[in-house]
């Protein structure tokens, strides 16, 4: 069990691949702590992932309001003492084409998908009660990772640009210039 003893953070955990992220964290043997804006959702996603005998603790709530993250994050630290992973899978489409969208729709896709993941990782970096360090896998909703293949940092904590001077990158690897394009 690649993930045993660890906690998982999962956005998005309502539906699609968010719920089966989640669940497949749980079966390779973590503990999740997961959100999303749907709650009755959500709660199916807890419910699922407790029959199978994982563990999971949710917050309903949206992303862009810093109360979800911080409710989150209280949860996750009462429940299971701090935070191992963040996969950050919340996200939303926009679609048609760029005369059909409306400046606002954009901007707040760009919030959800840019500026809340960045603001989520930060708060969770300055946060050294809650975080681990061990950040072994970072994503948004525009990829796919398998967990069970995630063992390295995203190419972005790897090369520094995400670093803080208490959690070093995990990985010894040196990303490849393809992976920071």
């Not at 998005?12 to 999740?32: D, K, M, T, V």
């Not at 904590?157 to 920071?180: Q, V």
């Amino acid at each position: 069990m690649r993930f045993a003893d660890k906690v998982v953070v999962v956005t998005g955990a309502a539906r699609g691949q968010g719920r089966e992220s989640a669940r497949a964290f749980a079966a390779e043997g973590a503990s999740l702590a997961v959100t999303d804006m749907l709650g009755d959702d959500l709660r199916e996603t807890v419910r699922l992932i407790e029959s199978a005998g994982g563990q999971a603790v949710s917050v309903a709530g949206d992303l862009t309001n810093p109360s979800t993250i911080d409710s989150l994050v209280e949860a996750a630290t009462a429940r299971f003492g701090g935070i191992d992973v963040l996969h950050n899978n919340a996200g939303v489409l926009i679609g048609g084409t760029l005369e059909e969208t409306d400046v606002a729709e954009f901007e707040r896709a760009f919030r959800i998908n840019v500026v809340t993941h960045s603001q989520e990782l930060k708060h969770y970096v300055q946060s050294p009660e809650t975080l681990s360090c061990r950040v072994e896998g970072v994503s948004t909703g525009t990829s796919w990772p398998d967990p069970r293949t995630v063992e390295h940092s995203h190419p972005w904590i790897e090369s520094g640009l995400l670093s803080t001077p208490r959690c070093k990158p995990h990985s010894k690897r040196r990303p490849s210039r393809k992976a920071l394009r």
